[in-house]
Nanobody, 122 residues
Framework: QVQLVESGGGLVQPGGSLRLSCAASGTIFSIGTMAWYRQTAGKERELVARLPITGSTIYADSVKGRFTISRDNAKNTVYLQMDSLKPEDTALYYC????????????????WGQGTHVTISS
């Protein structure tokens, strides 16, 4: 089994910053793409940022220049640095990872964290 646990959410004023973390644990041989998504009530989950092992990082247009995704492969952890936060960034933020659990099985399965709340309000 693989677990993704997010942390770092909370309440912050507009213009402030937060740093989200997501640590993967369990039976892990390697992790491919890691990403952050967010969702608000009544809306579909949307991609915030996506960081592959190789290739280009992708950001939603609404967060470009304000959010930065990074990863520590040794710790199986992905981060989301969020700066210049706006009320419209308020959402439940989910971590996503493509995980290869076994060396002999060259398949990556998709895993999700439970979500962490981010609220931007004065």
């Amino acid at each position: 089994q693989v677990q993704l646990v997010e942390s770092g959410g909370g309440l912050v004023q507009p213009g402030g910053s937060l740093r989200l973390s997501c640590a993967a644990s369990g039976t892990i041989f390697s992790i491919g793409t890691m990403a952050w998504y967010r969702q608000t009530a009544g809306k579909e989950r949307e991609l915030v940022a996506r960081l592959p092992i190789t290739g280009s990082t992708i950001y939603a247009d609404s967060v470009k220049g304000r959010f930065t995704i990074s990863r520590d492969n040794a710790k199986n952890t992905v981060y989301l640095q969020m700066d210049s936060l706006k009320p419209e960034d308020t959402a439940l933020y989910y971590c996503n990872a493509a995980v290869r659990r076994l060396q002999w099985r060259a398949v990556y399965d998709d895993y999700w964290g439970q979500g962490t709340h981010v609220t931007i309000s004065s």
